[in-house]
């Protein structure tokens, strides 16, 4: 929310600088997050009087001229403006000046061979609008020396808070105003309504459907003023208007923007020669669209609230209104309205149609009911005076909402809950010049609540109120009591636990992503999802409509946005919940990755691959080793889910029914959904399914043991079923003996001539490492012998002849 400090000063009778205003609006919770004094930066630019202007001697374009600015001596000026001429007042920057628009250092120059000794600038280089045509032009009766910003009223200091959604009141600057006079920094004097008698019926007729006048919209008022005469605004509301970030538009639009702004009330104005009839607010109908005025066409449907006469819609209602019926600088009969939407039924269309507009963002958090009166009758007047024209009587239809119920208030409450000792006449004080009414009891206050302040919904928002604006910084600071003499560890198990893979995932070239725990429907359903209490009942956007039971689905979607900016080659993981159910124990702490491309970027050597299964394997080998799982107890089986590739996927077991991740690459199918596009594989790895490692009686590592007697490898290769998976012959191999074989691996496998069909050769290579003894090759041959019949009793492989 921007404002400036002099429009604050029409409802608040102040003599605050700008640096103090923000400071008192940040400590009564009204953060700034900007003040940008346009005055000071804009001062050293001065009112100058051009004396002369004449020809270059060596450019046709480009005029010589003398600048009075005020100083002992004129300045030469090379100018290329087209207005440039002599008898003028502008806008002098002298040596050594800072150019708002590029950063830009003035230095003595010479152009085409003339010395130049300052510059004339337009309100391009002033930062103030996109105007190059020429330079700025000032009034004749301007002050020489004077800085330009003074006269033209720019030296005014614009602030920017950041208003959170329980503060609707503070959308409009006579709201900001109230609560700084509340904290006693200035009196409220927001200028009192004036009403205007109508001087004819409204021709125009207003009707809410039953649907509509219980509860979307209950209130709707307007009224016709014929004969005005719309164009620019005058340069006091246009400089207003884009001190704060808008751009003017024309007189009638821009005293709707004003009023939003000034009293956190959205009106809108329509052609009255547009309308067909009367006007009806109703709900949309399957297939209707309105072209609205921020330039796109938007479908209704049967929960979004129309604005339409006759012939059809004309907007969308509390939201945006539509480009058939909008104002022109032909407009000569004006309709205009203000109305008032539940913030409910705003929410959530804005979130559907995905439109943001200055109405949407206060009708969804709720715009005080009873300002639509006062609304319209501020743009009348503001109508008449710019515009002209003759307004017709009010029109209204539908009852303003009931008062909010008021609250019981308990004074004690406040040291209660704060700690802040408060008289009581200035709780009274501070409530009061809130808005509040009150009636005293013995021991507790019945507060009613303004029309204003919907976020006041019990006893505690009333101490809130209080303690805000005595200020929080004077709250009592008390130590918290320590329970134990040694400090407890910061961190949980499993907090630690979560930080601990993300590192070891970073320092594999991964990199983290944080996503919203939603995603859209149809990738939910892709991987498995069927709870509807999983279902967001109002999601932000149709995009975010489910609480996700995968985390892949989100990097997915992180590796598509990568893609659409020329980043193919990708890792990203996150660590974060996955949902299955609403029962806690359907919450998993999970941590995932998504290798996509290549391997490595293109080089003259080679040495690039596609993304295989593989990397993801050997993804989650590293992560369970790093977390304690026991590495060597689990086992992989070809259990693919049912969104992963059926052959180029498998989980991770602990024993029989303990599945601690999933791997491989994604199914075509769901790779296809994701709009993924070349080779991607994931993996997930449950984090709470990992067993926590016992505890050791010393956390240091014992000292190097390295055994003095040769090691000795020996080769083997099985004939097996195609069924066998490498990892049961290994098992095998391991379990002959324990204590001799250290090492196994899988160096070959060789499928084709002298292997029958529906086998396997698998070359395993073994390494014997003995403790106590040279091996001799008698030792060597039982070991072999072990192995062998171990293998073939537990896989039913052969030795290969």
């Not at 407890?488 to 320092?507: E, G």
């Not at 290579?765 to 072990?786: C, F, H, N, Y």
């Amino acid at each position: 929310m921007k404002f400036t400090v002099n429009w604050l000063k029409e409802h608040l009778e102040t003599t605050a600088t700008a640096a103090e205003i923000a400071e008192r609006l940040t400590a009564i919770g009204l953060e700034v997050e900007d003040v940008d004094d346009r005055g000071e930066t804009l001062k050293p630019f001065t009112v100058a009087h051009v004396l002369t202007a004449e020809q270059h001697p060596n450019a046709d374009k480009l005029r010589l001229c003398t600048v009075d600015a005020g100083d002992a001596a004129p300045y030469q000026v090379v100018c290329g403006a087209p207005n440039a001429r002599a008898g003028i007042k502008v806008v002098f920057a002298r040596m050594g000046t800072t150019i708002p628009v590029n950063g830009m250092v003035l230095k003595p120059t010479a152009i085409r061979g003339v010395d130049s000794q300052g510059m004339m600038c337009s309100m391009r280089e002033m930062g103030l609008g996109e105007d190059h045509d020429g330079i700025i032009e000032l009034p004749e009766d301007a002050r020489i020396g004077l800085p330009f910003a003074q006269v033209l009223g720019l030296d005014d200091a614009v602030i920017d808070i950041a208003v959170t959604p329980n503060r609707q009141d503070c959308l409009g600057v006579a709201g900001i105003a109230r609560d700084l006079a509340a904290a006693g920094l200035g009196t409220l004097k927001t200028p009192p309504v004036e009403k205007i008698a109508g001087q004819f019926p409204c021709p125009v007729t207003v009707r809410l459907t039953d649907e509509v006048k219980d509860g979307p919209c209950p209130i709707f008022t307007g009224r016709l003023i014929k004969g005005v005469k719309n164009g620019p605004s005058p340069a006091w509301l246009k400089n207003r208007l884009e001190a704060i970030g808008l751009r003017p538009i024309s007189t009638l639009v821009d005293i709707t923007n004003l009023i939003t702004y000034d009293r956190a009330r959205p009106l809108h104005v329509f052609d009255a020669a547009k309308l067909t009839g009367g006007i009806h607010v109703r709900f949309g109908k399957s297939g209707e669209e309105v072209e609205g005025l921020d330039g796109k066409t938007h479908a209704l449907d049967a929960a979004t609230i129309a604005i339409a006469d006759d012939a059809g819609a004309l907007g969308l209602g509390g939201i945006v209104g539509g480009v058939p019926s909008s104002v022109t600088d032909e407009t000569v009969d004006v309709f205009v309205e203000s109305a008032h939407f539940d913030p409910d039924v705003i929410a959530a269309t804005g979130r559907r149609t995905g439109i943001q507009s200055d109405a949407r963002h206060r009708f969804e958090r709720g715009v005080d009911p009873k300002s639509a009166l006062d609304g319209l009758e501020l743009a009348t007047r503001l109508i008449l005076d710019l515009c002209g024209g003759t307004p017709s009587e009010v029109v209204v239809a539908g009852e303003f909402p009931a008062d909010f119920p008021s609250r019981s208030f308990r004074p004690a409450r406040v040291e209660k809950l704060t700690g802040l000792l408060v008289p009581l006449f200035e709780m009274e004080r501070i409530l009061e010049a809130l808005g509040f009414g009150i009636e005293k009891g013995d021991d507790a206050w019945t507060v009613a609540v303004p029309s204003w302040r919907r976020d006041i919904e019990g006893e505690a928002d009333l101490v809130e109120e209080v303690a805000r604006i005595t200020g929080l910084d004077k709250l009592p600071v008390e130590p918290l009591p320590r329970t134990t003499v040694v400090p407890l560890p910061a961190l949980s198990p499993a907090q630690r636990r979560n930080r601990l893979a993300r590192r070891l995932l970073a320092t594999r070239g991964m990199v983290e992503t944080v996503n919203y725990s939603f995603i859209p429907e149809s990738h939910a359903v892709a991987f498995g999802w069927s709870d509807p209490a999983l279902k967001v009942a109002n999601p932000i956007s149709v995009e975010l409509a489910v609480m996700r039971p995968h985390l892949v689905p989100s990097l997915a979607a992180a590796v598509v946005r990568n893609a659409a900016r020329g980043n193919d080659d990708l890792a990203l993981f996150e660590v974060a919940g996955t949902y299955h159910g609403i029962a806690p124990k359907d919450q998993k702490s999970v941590a995932a990755g998504l290798r996509t491309g290549y391997t490595a970027p293109r080089q003259w050597q080679g040495g690039r691959r596609p993304v295989d299964v593989f990397d993801a394997k050997a993804d989650v080998f590293a992560l369970l080793g790093e977390l304690g799982a026991p590495v060597g107890n689990l086992t992989v089986a070809a259990e693919a889910p049912a969104w992963a590739h059926p052959g180029q996927s498998g989980v991770v077991k602990l024993g029989p029914k303990t599945v601690l991740a999933s791997f491989g690459a994604l199914h075509p199918r769901v790779a296809k959904l994701l709009d993924i596009d070349g080779p991607a594989v994931f993996f997930e790895v449950d984090l709470d399914a990992i067993p926590q490692p016992k505890a050791r009686a010393s956390k240091e590592k014992g000292a190097l043991s390295l055994s003095d007697f040769q090691a000795v490898t020996r080769d083997f290769a099985f004939l097996a079923d195609d069924s066998v998976a490498a990892e049961a012959l290994i098992r095998a191999v391991k379990a002959a003996d324990k204590v001799l074989i250290t090492e196994v691996s899988v160096f070959d496998l060789y499928r084709g001539t002298g292997v029958p069909e529906g086998k396997v050769s698998v070359a395993i290579s073994v390494r014997l490492e003995p403790r106590d003894r040279t091996l001799s090759e008698q030792d060597i041959e039982g070991v072999s012998a072990k192995i062998v019949a171990g293998v073939e009793k537990a896989t039913g492989a052969t030795l290969r002849a």
